[in-house]
C-alpha cells in the first residue's frame, strides 16, 4: 500500500525538549548543525502552515529553558512545560494540545533521540497516530544511543524522516506550490545547495548568453 502524503493540512510537527541544559551533552551530531536543523525544522512547520506543538521540562530546572535561536523561529508559538519526564503523552497538556490540532500525521524532533523523543514517538503510535520522526533534527549523548533508538522507533512502526526533506514533500502539496518557502529554506538552513542552486543558474545565464 502507498503511504499517504506528508501535507501541512495533516501533518503536527511536534519539538521536544530543546533546552539549553542538554545542547553541550550531544554527542551524536555536530551542535552547530543540530542547532541549524532544529531551526529549519521549525521553521518548516511555521511557514507551511502545518500543526505545530512545542514542549519542554520546566524551564526552572537545570535543564533550562529551549534554545533561543528556536524560541525567535516559532515567535508567539505556546510552549506547553511538562513535569511528566520521557513520553510526553503522559502530560495531559501536551496529549489536548496535540489532539487539539486534528492531524494524523506526527513528526517528531528533539532531543535526547533515545530518551524524550523515543518514548514519544512510542506514545504517539499508541495514541493512534501515524508517527515519523526528524531524525537530523534529534540528537544523543552518543551517536550508538541515537542510531539504536532509531532502530528501535523503526522496528515498532515509526517512520525517519529529514527536515529538508519534509520542507520539499510540503512543498508539493498545491496550495504552497509557487511559495518562496523552500528557496527560503534552502538560502537560510541549506547553504551548500543554496550554491549549488546558484551556480546552476549562473550556467543556465551564461548559456544563454552564449547562443543570443
Given at each position: 500500500m502507498a503511504p499517504e502524503p506528508l501535507t501541512p493540512a495533516d501533518t503536527t510537527v511536534v519539538l521536544?525538549?530543546?533546552?539549553?541544559?542538554?545542547?553541550?551533552?550531544?554527542?551524536?551530531?555536530?551542535?552547530?548543525e543540530h542547532m541549524n536543523n532544529v531551526v529549519g525544522l521549525a521553521k518548516t512547520a511555521k511557514w507551511y502552515?502545518?500543526?505545530l506543538v512545542?514542549?519542554?521540562?520546566?524551564?526552572?530546572?537545570?535543564?533550562?529553558?529551549l534554545y533561543?535561536?528556536?524560541l525567535e523561529a516559532i515567535g508567539d508559538q505556546p510552549v506547553i512545560e511538562r513535569a511528566v519526564d520521557f513520553n510526553s503523552f503522559l502530560d495531559e497538556s501536551f496529549a489536548q494540545a496535540v489532539r487539539a490540532e486534528g492531524r494524523q500525521n506526527l513528526v517528531i524532533g528533539?532531543?535526547?533521540?533515545?530518551?524524550?523523543?523515543?518514548?514519544?514517538a512510542l506514545g504517539g503510535l499508541r495514541e493512534g497516530y501515524r508517527v515519523h520522526v526528524?531524525?537530523?533534527?534529534?540528537?544523543?549523548?552518543?551517536?550508538?544511543?541515537?542510531?539504536?533508538?532509531?532502530q528501535r522507533m523503526v522496528q515498532a512502526g515509526v517512520v525517519p524522516v529529514t527536515w529538508f526533506s519534509l520542507a520539499a514533500e510540503f512543498q508539493l502539496d498545491p496550495?504552497?506550490?509557487?511559495?518562496?518557502?523552500?528557496?527560503?529554506l534552502m538560502l537560510e538552513n541549506v547553504p551548500a545547495m543554496a550554491?549549488?542552486?546558484r551556480s546552476f543558474g549562473n550556467a543556465v545565464e551564461l548559456g544563454k548568453r552564449a547562443s543570443a
Open positions: 521536544v525538549d530543546y533546552a539549553v541544559g542538554f545542547a553541550n551533552l550531544l554527542r551524536s551530531h555536530d551542535l552547530a502552515e502545518s500543526g512545542v514542549t519542554n521540562g520546566q524551564s526552572s530546572k537545570p535543564s533550562g529553558p533561543p535561536e528556536l528533539g532531543i535526547a533521540t533515545d530518551g524524550c523523543v523515543l518514548q514519544t526528524a531524525v537530523d533534527a534529534s540528537a544523543s549523548p552518543s551517536l550508538e544511543a541515537h542510531n539504536a533508538a532509531v496550495k504552497f506550490h509557487d511559495a518562496p518557502h523552500r528557496m527560503r550554491m549549488s542552486a
